[in-house]
C-alpha cells in the first residue's frame, strides 16, 4: 500500500508549485504576486508539517517503538531547523521585501529539498508498511487536519 505516501508526495509537489510562483513573482518584483503566494505557501507548508508531526510521525512512533533516533526524530529536527527560516520568510511577506523573501526561500529549499527526498523514499514507506490496513484511516485523519 502506499496511500500515505502517495497523497504526501503529492502535497509536496502542490507546495513546491506554490514556491515557484512566489520566488518567480519575488525575482520579477512583482509584490503583490510574491505576497499572495509567499503566504499561501507558508500556510501550506505549515499544515503538511502540522500532519507529519501531529499525526503521521506519533503514529509511527506509537507502532513501531522507534522514538529516540529513528527516522521521526530526524525528520522533526529539521522541521525545527526551518522554523527561524520560516520566520524571516514570514516577515519578508508582511514587509513585501522581495529580495529578503528570495533569500530566506533559498535557505529554505536547501533544506527542504534534501527533506522531502527523504521523506519520500524512507519515511512515507515506512509509515505505509508500518500502518498496513489502518493506514486508510490514518489518512483521513490527516486530510481533516486543518482543512
Ligand atoms: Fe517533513
Ligand atoms: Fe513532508
Known amino acids: 500500500m502506499t496511500v500515505i505516501s502517495d497523497f504526501m508526495q503529492q502535497d509536496h509537489v502542490d507546495i513546491d508549485a506554490i514556491a515557484e510562483r512566489a520566488t518567480a513573482a519575488a525575482a520579477a518584483g512583482d509584490a503583490t504576486t510574491m505576497v499572495r503566494e509567499g503566504a499561501e505557501f507558508l500556510k501550506r507548508l505549515q499544515r503538511h508539517i502540522d500532519q507529519e ?35 524571516q520568510m514570514h516577515a519578508a511577506v508582511a514587509a513585501k521585501d522581495a529580495a529578503g523573501y ?16 527523504k521523506e519520500e523514499q524512507m519515511m512515507y514507506p515506512m509509515l505505509d508498511d508500518t500502518m498496513g490496513a489502518d493506514a486508510g484511516a490514518l489518512l483521513a485523519d490527516v486530510k481533516a487536519l486543518g482543512a
Open 53 to 87: 508531526e501531529q499525526l503521521l510521525f506519533p503514529a509511527f512512533e506509537e507502532r513501531t517503538g522507534m522514538r529516540e533516533g529513528g527516522p521521526s526524530v530526524q525528520m522533526k529536527m529539521e522541521h525545527d531547523d526551518m522554523r527561524p527560516i520560516l520566520e
Open 102 to 117: 528570495q533569500k530566506a526561500s533559498k535557505a529554505l529549499f536547501d533544506i527542504l529539498v534534501p527533506h522531502n527526498q
